[in-house]
């Protein structure tokens, strides 16, 4: 099992359901989160004082997943999250050590 | 009578030859209970755009243009009253021809404290002003989340001399063609704006969406409200607003002001029944968007017939409004495909029209002798009107559509009418504004 | 007097012969200063509702249910204005007998723009509407975040024939039983809903709270508000219709309003400081929603009294109202148990009490003199009329508590009145609207 | 006139005997219209403090003390209203000294409905009693997030007594030094509190702001609103106020208040369309924030004109007010670096100072003929004028200034003025009043 | 010392914080999530456009535990969240390196 | 690569940014949380029923970066983030297996 996270643009965000939902992966954890990185901030102004904002709105999503399905999730949320501009976000992987399912105690990759 | 009473004729006398001057000075004084209540109107309608509409449409944007929405139609109260002030009410109600005042008002000249009727001529310049804020504001509802700012006051600017002045001067104004009751020719019934405000602001509404085009994601992306009870608060006091709205067009705090407060508030009640019977039947479930829209559908509804319509027959009209606007907003947009984002034809323009045509249905002299006797709406007999109100309708239609098409080329080819896609994406409120509507900040 | 004076006599005595029909006329007018009063005052009423009440009870539930608590207010609007205009203005205000009011008004047939007092019949009809609005929506405080929709509807529905309608009646209608100005055998004084209003409905609140059972996870969880500046726009904005609610109540616009006006917003004042101080002292801190409550806690106590005491009694009524609603909900409610989920007994049902009981004790003929020079209150000697105020709280409490526990138990055996625990855990928005407060939609 | 007419003469003559009785108690009475407009004021006044004001501040400061910074809007509203009622409306209007009035109105003694003027006298009393809850409200704004409970209402309360009483009876009270129209040594134009209530909360706002000190992390950490919703339904709930505000200070539902009304609207338009162009210049986005500033901004330039001047001149006035506030807010607080954390003093003591030099510009006889014929402001000639409302303004500063130095430094050494350091990093909402405004339960 | 993460139904929160204070275990981060499994979403309707919602409200929990301490934590978790029904959520368990205590730079085991 | 998780009070956000911009590390991703340690919450009192409130407002700070940066990295965020008292909050080191960068499928260090 690996934990995938993918930090992506909001409005991505249905795209990218849409992707994961054609190769069958159904089961994720959605954050609502700000970054910051390459991709330029903006100024705002509140009543002539300046603040610059570079942490920007981004979605991120995490699911857990069997080993052998991580590279065609991953090429799913690439493909799908993608405009080509600074700020796309990124796929991070992880390992990870169990899982267990609160409702009927299953464990390991039956849980997910 | 005591005996000694016509001792004091002499007395009495004199004060008796005061009474005649007494009486003429009276004729042409404010009435103070009417200049307080148009007055009190007048902050209503204003409450009705800043903070009811604004909030009300706000609440249904997404997060990141709620401000650049509640901003058009403040943007409204600030720019509209400067135009209003300068040439505006010159246009729409100095005497001129049937289409257009003259500039008799230039610079609010000549309009004071003197009554005009039986309130101050300020206080009636301020309360049709307050007309002229809220018009192209609802217009607003049809571009939002992808509207330049810069476009959109271009825009609002020329729409109040082309649509707004006219129509206002045709319907209220002296000698205008479609004045009822200052010899237009053809006479409509609008006693509070069915076709001034709603129809033309619905028509030119749809015109917007049609030539601005649908924002990016609609409708794959089920673009969602932000904030319910954001718009919850917008509307209820649109509602509370809309007493002044209607009933302050009597003019007067007389019977007939009770009668049009009675029908705006049967009618919005009764629609947010129809709007919600129709849900719970279509879509299983009555909501609380609904209701509130249903809402306001019927207050467009009864606008144009408040003054003339029984209290039984504004529950009629406002159950049909909240039915008929239903079906417009909820069946009609989404087979047409066209993205009037917040409805703001599907509820002011279809409403407003439905309202215009039951208002020559409903319009009774038992209610308002507007016609001295003479009969008012189809229901008893009076025919004329009724195809008079339809045209009044046709022509308010044509006049809004042409002219909001010709005004969006003319700003498209500007100063530019849609923000970029990038800017589209990121939001209004930051790439307008430079601002956000809430921070997280700790 | 000049030479020819008399010359102009005959001129003169025309014009007198016109005066007495002048005078007599005047008689039978709409005073237009009354009228406009009155409307400003409905408006303000429904604002109580919509959005008053409906924020101040939204804000305090969680936020799955924040929607559905505000639609519960909301649909008191729409539903209640129908039933008023088809026949509750008919049994509530109508000649019948003691308890009832007659079909005279059935459809509001006879009820038009000609006077009633000094304002128009209509201005009366909706003037009286709005209370008939806010009183059920009161309730639902009782029952918020576990009250089916539909079995709401029929429960209100009921609830306005069974008690708000003959309520109304029987302390405000020609001939009621507690009517003191109009020939009521138990006169009490209730200057604008200490009984009809406040304590109908909480003894209502709490039979409901009652039967229909705790929330899930009270008290344990320390359920939250979600939304404390939605509470607060919504307690402020019932502090400003209240006057409204209270000085509109005179029904002119004279210096009983004035009166009227004064005390209700120094009970506000003084309650807010009462309840205050109560925190202050027991919870170590003051809180902004113990000011809140604190303030609608006054406007209730001094609600019954508002037009008939001093202001110096004021201060008294809503300095005491603060501290014994603090007490009834911060240590009674713990110490008994029942979930009365936004304190509507609390502060209605036992702010409402005090204050018909306070009334009977400050009720000032200098302040109004409602019994041509008789005294009015305790204070002045007046037993009796302390004694009939005593009499008309428990008569009310008697019928609320009776007919709401009926009515509960028909509503409960048809469509029943309570969602399943499912629907309770994922919220009320959802499971009964369809719909959620809040996008967080990029 | 009929033949038979004469015979009718006794009667008619017995009719006429009335009359000048009539006539006399007429003048003695209340006028209705006056009276409804007042107390109509009068909520729309309080309406401007809360939900108004609590909200345009509430949205500006960090979530962890928006709670806190609506509560000390809302306190004025309870502690103000009690002391007014025993004291405080006394010192201010009853008769007294240049500087102070006497005790004759103690608890409100003698202050009942009979008239005032030509409304009841408890209309006038609580009109003003709104003034007086707003003025220190605004002060608020300059130590926001900082400031002790406990501090707040001991230097409020004093505040009152040493400021606010003998500045509203110095300019309004009867033989006030500043008071043009009832013998006032130095007599100011000040319509609707240009000095009593805007440069004398703002001046003492910058005296509280650097006497108290800057809030931990200012500037640095660039401190944003937590919500421009609920500034922008405050800004706007403001601007409808302050139609109360300002025409409500006639007094009377005349044409002065119809003037009143528009120059007030007028300006405010204005003044959003200054505050936008300086900021579309400067910062390169016209921005909401901006636009409800400047809307502010213009209300308060207005308020001592507000009667006196004509419609273009208030376009002029709220236009300049825009300009001069944005400077003052965006570029010298930046330069001075105070931190007057919602800019009272920016806008209140900076606005207020313009609109009481302005009105000493532009106030016309034709607008208001206040000295019977003789010239009104310096434009028409009256240097004398122009020159005592810049005394005004000066002797406003002054006791402004010392007089709140004082008390901060009294409150200091008492109760407390600030909050210790961890206190003010978790919030004031938790430590002052142990609350927070939302929760996420779910 | 691993990491746990618990998505939990929001209101299960008190339970389960009350489960582990009972075992002891005191420091956690909170997460306010959406999450998509198994379990059902539901139709909103807004001016008669549906649109599905099925990401629904869920809470994380996130504690650092000593390797020692991870089943009883992990048991307390699962019967205090468990109500038998789908939803009810799932326990992850993740390796982690180093743990330092900004307060007093304790690092490791201690910091916890 | 490592990911570094910090916990800190929120009002220490600008220092800590500012502080990790001085050592180039600029890529990282916020979330708003709430935490539970030793430091003391408060007490909350709605209409006299008390609540007692241990969960305080937190800001995480998550961040990727290359092995032979963590370490100058944790010591810009611990010092940047230091009052010395309770509530300072932690730094958690994590392993991680790849990155994906989104815009242009780069993988590894360099997707940072
Ligand atoms: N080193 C990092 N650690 C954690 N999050 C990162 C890191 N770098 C980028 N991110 C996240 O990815 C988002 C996109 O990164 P950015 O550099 O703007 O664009 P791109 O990935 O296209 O180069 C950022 O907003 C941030 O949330
Ligand atoms: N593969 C996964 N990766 C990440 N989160 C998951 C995954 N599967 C489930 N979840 C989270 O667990 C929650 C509950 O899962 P669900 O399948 O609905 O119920 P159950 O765990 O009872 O089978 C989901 O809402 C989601 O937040
Ligand atoms: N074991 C843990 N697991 C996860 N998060 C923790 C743990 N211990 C502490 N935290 C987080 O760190 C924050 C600070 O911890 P606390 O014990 O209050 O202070 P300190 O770290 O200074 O001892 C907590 O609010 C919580 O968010």
């Known amino acids: 099992m690996k934990r995938i996270e993918a930090i992506i643009q909001p409005y ?3 795209d990218v359901r849409e992707a994961l939902k054609e190769i069958g992966v159904d089961g994720m954890t959605i954050y609502d989160v700000r970054g910051h990185g390459r991709q330029k901030g903006h100024k705002e102004v509140y009543r002539g004082q300046e603040y610059e904002v570079d942490l920007l709105p981004k979605t991120k999503i995490e699911l857990i997943i069997a080993d052998d399905r991580v590279e065609e999730t991953v090429q799913a949320i690439v493909e799908s999250a993608r405009t080509g501009k600074i700020g796309d976000g990124k796929v991070f992987i992880y390992p990870i050590e169990d899982v267990v399912r ?4 299953e464990r390991g990759e039956a849980a997910l | 009578m005591k005996p000694n009473a016509l001792l004091r004729l002499p007395a009495l006398l004199l004060f008796l030859t005061a009474l005649p001057a007494l009486a003429q000075t009276e004729e042409a004084q404010i009435n103070k209970a009417d200049n307080a209540w148009i007055l009190v109107c007048s ?3 204003l409450m009705m755009t800043g903070p009811g509409l604004a909030l009300f449409y706000g609440g249904l944007v997404r997060k990141k243009n709620l401000l650049a929405t509640m901003m058009q139609s403040f943007m409204m109260m600030a720019v509209m009253t400067v135009l209003w002030a300068l040439v505006g009410y010159s ?4 005497p001129g021809n049937s289409f257009i005042g003259g500039l008799d008002y230039l610079f609010l000249n000549g309009v004071g404290t003197e009554p005009n009727g039986s309130i101050s001529h300020l206080t009636f310049m301020v309360f049709q002003l307050m007309f002229a804020i809220i018009t192209p504001a609802l217009i607003s509802g049809a571009f939002a989340e992808r509207m330049k700012f810069t476009g959109m006051l271009v825009f609002m600017i020329l729409w109040g001399f082309v649509v707004y002045f006219p129509m206002a001067h045709m319907v209220w104004g002296p000698g205008g063609l479609l004045n009822a009751f200052d010899g237009g020719l053809i006479g409509c019934l609008d006693f509070a704006g069915g076709t001034v405000v709603h129809i033309s602001s619905g028509v030119s509404a749809l015109v917007c969406a049609l030539v601005i085009g649908k924002r990016k994601g609609y409708p794959e992306e089920g673009i969602r409200p932000n904030s319910l009870p954001l718009s919850f608060i917008g ?8 007493f002044g709205f209607n009933a302050g067009s009597a003019l007067a705090a007389d019977g007939i002001a009770a009668s049009a407060f009675v ?3 049967f009618a919005a009640a009764a629609a947010v029944l129809g709007w919600l019977l129709a849900e719970w039947i279509r879509d299983g479930k009555p909501s609380m968007l609904g209701g509130i829209t249903g809402a306001v559908a019927g207050l467009v509804c009864i606008t144009p017939g408040a003054g003339f319509v029984s209290p039984m027959a504004a529950l009629v009209i406002g159950f049909l409004g909240g039915l008929v606007c239903y079906f417009s907003v909820a069946v009609m947009k989404a087979k047409l495909g066209y993205d009037d984002s917040l409805d703001a034809f599907g509820v002011h323009g279809v409403g407003g029209t439905l309202g215009a045509i039951l208002t020559g249905v409903f319009a009774s002299k038992a209610v308002n002798d507007g016609f ?21 309708v046709l022509l308010t239609w044509v006049l809004a559509a042409v002219a909001t098409f010709i005004i969006l080329k003319i700003v498209d080819a500007t100063v530019g009418l849609r923000v970029d896609e990038a800017d589209e994406i990121r939001g209004l409120d930051v790439t307008q504004h430079g601002e956000e509507a809430y921070s997280q900040q700790g």
Request: glycine share 14%; aromatic share 8%; hydrophobic share 50%.
């Open chain 1, 12 to 14: 991505k965000m249905d």
């Open chain 1, 102 to 105: 609160i409702r009927n105690r």
């Open chain 2, 263 to 265: 029908a705006t508030h």
């Open chain 2, 372 to 392: 001295d006797g003479a009969p008012m709406g189809l229901l008893e007999g009076n025919t004329g009107q009724f195809v008079n109100n339809l045209l009044g």
């Open chain 2, 91 to 94: 246009l729409a109600f100095a």
């Open chain 2, 43 to 45: 902050a209503l309608v």
């Open chain 2, 235 to 242: 509307a209820c006091l649109l509602w509370v607003g809309w």
